[in-house]
């Protein structure tokens, strides 16, 4: 056997060699060369082909995965089908239908509010909604879908900043636990520039601290970068930068005797980024300061630094517990109370623990955690700094909290682990059982719904809730029946799209954002054309103004947001109550349905 192997191979080996001898028979060039040089050619040629016959075959492809960005996708997915429901149904609320808006509102008119000083917020957001409503369509799915993405990569973003700080295994605890926190996934649900901002943030506090170890310029030039779209989105994000400065100034220095290298070029790229929009930024926080949203009370300024800190943990509000908490210890509602309880005290505790351990072990980066966290609650709660503006930070909250449970032994940090997990189902339950908004619970549909159903010739239509009210109407109307809403602008040419109030193509930017009553009525032809005044009166002057709208069996259609003790609209009880009965319709906690007719046509 072993013979008649060797003569095979000796029969290919000189079969081989043959076929390299013709070969170079036919090459001009070989003519110039010695037979000792064709002869060293012949063989190395030979050595190389049988190299590449004997050379083992490649097998099937094998297939490699990284564990960790195997869990990173598992973790993304779960928080994209948390994110994912009920958000093309769920109802809009009058802040959030608002920042709608003014999304759909032209540029010029858009600027001549925000340059005016009747809008506080920058105008990136608007204009970024704007671009994915001329994609994606007018639906609730394509308003909230930048902040869909936008709470799916803050989970992302979570794993980069706390695999930064303490390690691989916080970073995922970190990540899982942003993309089931029900504080994160409201955002995620909600037409509004808080979530775009929590991950533009959490993504500076990683860029941050990843520059500060690199000492490299492309480092702090997306760091720039990064943070000035944030400032652009919400002019808070400035606070994040001001608490960065003072970690240098306060930590970094005294300890390494210098400055990071290339810190001072970052500050002037951010600053450069950011100079353009400098006059309308001064303008803006101008207004909010007039307007009261700078310098609170002593109980305010309390009370707004517990709120924000128990909504950021458990996602829970607590104007929810308020009937619980007055009617104190019971055993009618001690099941409650004790909810109560856990969802308050369990990610408090949990944080807490969080910090305690992360300052025994790892106390250097565990300052930047806290100075950035503790700060921006303890300032921010001086000016108008709601829960949702604290999502600036947010994440590090989240991060001590899975510190906590990293941090301990197998059995205690699985304990803790329940624990939260438990509180944000009880959230979650809470929230997804509400078909309405969880900030302020309004059924815009159930209100267009019933008017449709009930409208008739000749009949009036007011919404009493400012120009978020009146989108909220409109849209809802314009999702039950399209061809209800008319525009007149429209047909002219010159209009706004008929889903907005057309009121709006000659209104002052004043008017429009200040403007509380809007109006409309119902031809003989079927269309709800809109009658809403172009002046700014008084709440008394415009009850005035619809009784004098009402004609013979006709009857007003009022939906309002804000009432006095005895159920009537905030300026309406004294004028109508003594002109026309009522029926009342509760639709939701923060929203009702008054039907008026004058007396011979009450039913």
């Known amino acids: 056997m ?119 917020n920058p105008p990136f957001y608007f204009l970024l909604l704007g671009s994915a409503i001329r994609i994606f369509g007018d639906s609730l799915a394509s308003y909230r879908l930048i902040s869909l993405l936008s709470g799916v990569a803050t989970s992302i973003a979570a794993y980069c900043l706390g695999t930064e700080l303490y390690g691989r295994k916080i970073g995922l605890l970190a990540a899982m636990l ?18 775009l901002l929590g991950l533009l943030c959490t993504l500076s506090l990683w860029l941050f601290l990843v520059a500060i170890r690199t000492q490299r310029l492309a480092t702090w030039m997306m760091y720039s970068t990064v943070t000035v779209i944030a400032i652009y989105v919400h002019y808070y994000a400035a606070l994040m930068v001001a608490l960065q400065g003072l970690y240098i100034c306060a930590v970094y220095i005294p300890i390494h005797k210098r400055v990071p290298r290339y810190s001072l070029l970052g500050a002037g790229i951010m600053l450069a980024l950011y100079l353009p929009h400098v006059p309308l ?23 707004t630094i517990i709120t924000n ?26 099941a409650q109370l004790a909810e109560v309880l856990a969802v308050i005290g369990i990610p408090v505790s949990v944080a807490l623990a969080g910090a305690w351990s992360a300052m025994r072990w790892r106390a250097g980066t565990s300052s930047y955690v806290l100075l950035l966290f503790g700060g921006a609650s303890l300032i ?81 239509v007011a919404v009493n809730s400012w120009i978020g009210g009146a989108f909220a109407f409109t ?86 947001d804000s009432w006095d003790g005895s159920g009537w609209p905030m300026g309406f009880s004294a004028p109508v109550d003594n002109t026309m009965p009522s029926e009342t319709v509760v639709l939701s906690p923060y929203l009702r349905l008054m039907m008026l007719a004058p007396r011979a046509e009450a039913r």
């Open 178 to 195: 942003v993309a089931i926190s029900p504080y994160f996934i409201w955002y995620s649900q909600d037409a509004s520039p808080y979530s």
């Open 475 to 560: 849209h809802s109307v314009w999702s039950i029946a399209p061809g209800l809403i008319a525009s007149v602008g429209n047909e002219r040419g010159v209009g706004l799209p008929s889903i907005v109030p057309d009121s709006w193509r000659v209104m002052t930017p004043q008017t429009i954002k200040q403007k509380v009553l809007y109006t409309w009525r119902m031809s003989t032809d079927g269309r709800l054309l809109e009658a809403t005044g172009s002046d700014l009166v008084s709440a008394e002057m415009e009850a005035i103004r619809l009784t004098q709208m009402m004609c013979a069996g006709c009857r007003l259609w009022l939906i309002y």
């Open 2 to 120: 072993r013979d008649s192997n060797f003569t095979a191979q000796s029969t290919r080996d000189d079969a081989i060699r043959a076929e390299v001898r013709a070969a170079m028979a036919r090459n001009p060039l070989c003519e110039q060369l010695t037979a000792k040089t064709v002869r060293t050619l012949e063989d190395l040629e030979v050595d190389r082909l049988l190299r590449a016959e004997l050379a083992p075959r490649p097998g099937p492809v094998a297939w490699y995965y990284n564990p960790v960005c195997l869990a990173l996708g598992v973790i993304a997915t779960l928080g994209l089908a948390l994110r994912c429901v009920d958000i093309g149904t769920r109802d809009l609320w009058t802040d959030e239908a608002a920042k709608i808006a003014y999304a759909r509102l032209p540029l010029a008119v858009l600027m001549k509010i925000l340059v005016g000083g009747y809008e506080e």
């Open 309 to 334: 800190t128990l909504n950021v943990g458990n996602g829970y509000r607590l104007s929810e517990f308020n009937d619980v908490l007055r009617q104190g210890l019971s055993l009618s509602n001690v």
């Open 380 to 460: 921010g709660a001086y000016t108008l700094f709601l829960a949702r503006h604290l999502i600036i930070v947010a994440v590090l909250y989240i991060l001590l909290m899975a510190v906590a449970i990293g941090y301990s032994r197998t059995g205690i940090g699985l304990m803790l682990l329940v624990s939260v997990l438990a509180v944000d189902l009880l959230s979650l339950q809470h929230f997804y059982a509400s078909p309405w908004s969880r900030s302020k619970p309004q059924d815009w549909s159930g209100a267009a719904r019933q008017v449709v159903n009930g409208l008739g010739a000749g009949d009036t």
């Open 281 to 303: 930024a001064v303008t803006q926080i101008g207004a909010a300061r007039q307007a009261g949203y700078v310098g609170r009370s002593l109980s305010g300024y309390s009370q």
